[in-house]
Nanobody, 119 residues
Framework: QVQLVESGGGLLQAGDSLTLTCANSGGVFELYDVAWHRQAPGMERVLVAEIPADGRRIYADSVKGRFIISRDNAKNTVTLQMNNLKPEDSGVYYC?????????????WGQGTQVTVSP
C-alpha cells in the first residue's frame, strides 16, 4: 500500500523559501499522479501544484513562477520548492497520490504539514 508522509513545514517570514517533501514509505509510486493541496482556516482545500506520471508540471496561478514541484524516483519522493513566500501561502499542505486503472482508481492522502508565513 502507498503510505504518504509530508514533512518540511514551519514558521516563516514573507519572502522566505521552504521545501516540502512527500515521501512514500509503501513502495515505488512513479506510476501515480502526485499533487500538493493547501487548506487554510475557514477555506476549502485547493490544488497548489501537481506532477502527473507523464512528467508534466501544473501550477495554480497564485504560485506560478514561485513554486516548483519535482520527483526523485530514486528516493520515492515528491518535493515542493516554495520561493518568495507570501502570507496567503499559509495553510496545511497535503500530499495526494492518484492512479487510474481501466475500471477503478486508487488514491491516497498524507496527514499534512503546517506552513505559516508572517508579513
Amino acid at each position: 500500500q502507498v503510505q504518504l508522509v509530508e514533512s518540511g513545514g514551519g514558521l516563516l517570514q514573507a519572502g522566505d523559501s521552504l521545501t516540502l517533501t512527500c515521501a512514500n514509505s509503501g513502495g515505488v509510486f512513479e506510476l501515480y499522479d502526485v499533487a500538493w493541496h493547501r487548506q487554510a482556516p475557514g477555506m476549502e482545500r485547493v490544488l497548489v501544484a501537481e506532477i502527473p506520471a507523464d512528467g508534466r508540471r501544473i501550477y495554480a496561478d497564485s504560485v506560478k513562477g514561485r513554486f516548483i514541484i519535482s520527483r526523485d524516483n530514486a528516493k520515492n519522493t515528491v518535493t515542493l520548492q516554495m520561493n518568495n513566500l507570501k502570507p496567503e501561502d499559509s495553510g496545511v499542505y497535503y500530499c495526494h497520490a492518484h492512479r487510474q486503472g481501466i475500471t477503478r482508481g486508487w488514491e491516497y492522502w498524507g496527514q499534512g504539514t503546517q506552513v505559516t508565513v508572517s508579513p
